[in-house]
């Protein structure tokens, strides 16, 4: 082992909120993903952020995989791999997203050290199939083989590092030692499906104002708004609903659902207000009066 693995593996680290985290990103922010996930319910929120609580916290990574902005740094407990073969127990309930993305990294068999898998186990693995049946990719094939054993094979804090992120010595030149954190990206599933869409995306035409706060506050920079159109990338959102939680006008819904990409595009008309007889932007064709002249309709009519 060189000097820099011994010294990589003598790192202490503590999970930690990056600011990335859409509680950062707008006080309006529904997500409660790293919280409902917590096990030990090491995470809280101090004046509408999530801070966790390192005393509490038993570093069982349930937090990064369930973020859906990868905005919890640190690592992942350690797994056994071999020969493509995902070696697991009753007692650690590997979560679907982390199944997929080891699936895309050619891990396509998982072995029981058990006699059977339990019921939670075999709710993961039908749940794991039909993502891939949507996916357009073969089931994970089961095994038992209680004579099993973890060897030196078993990840490590470094083996796992290296799995996600092979060149390690590339990455100590490009990183400070204080940066030493296990790659959250990694966990972007997203990427490793190119062709499917995770959600559906629903935009409500005639309520939309193009204020842009769902383009300027999308952190996988999914919408964007020209001068004629309205265009969503939903291969590239990971459903983390922060458009949806910070539209004025709740015109945006996000549904799970699995398909191939489908990409989303409005046309913006330019029509004029038949109140101030500006020319003003909208998506709905039928809408002939501003924003700003229907809000102040609307306020007169509650007066």
Known sequence: MSLLQHWLESLDYDYQI?????????PRSSCRECIDHCPEQAIFFKDGKPFIDTVKCTQCSHCIVACPVQAVEGFLPKRTVENNRLIVSNK??????????????????????????????????????????????????????????ETEQTMTRKELFSFWKKDVKNIAKEMAPAKWRFNQESLNLIKYYPDHQFIDFSLNTSACTLCKACEILCPKACIHLTDTHFTVAPEQCSNCSLCEDICPEQAISITSKISPVT?????????????????FKTLDEDEHMCHACRKKKEFLFMQ
């Open 263 to 279: 990409q989303v595009n409005y046309w913006i008309r330019e029509n004029a207000c038949v109140s101030c007889e500006e020319n």
């Open 92 to 149: 650690d309930v590997i979560s679907l997203k982390e199944l997929l993305v080891y699936y895309q990294k050619q891990v396509t068999t998982i072995v029981f050290k058990d006699e059977d898998a339990s019921a939670e186990w075999q709710e993961m693995i039908k749940s794991a199939n039909e993502s891939l049946c949507e996916l357009g990719e073969a089931a994970f094939t089961i095994q038992f083989d209680k004579a099993v054993e």
């Open 18 to 26: 990056l600011p990335t985290c859409t509680h950062v990103q707008s």
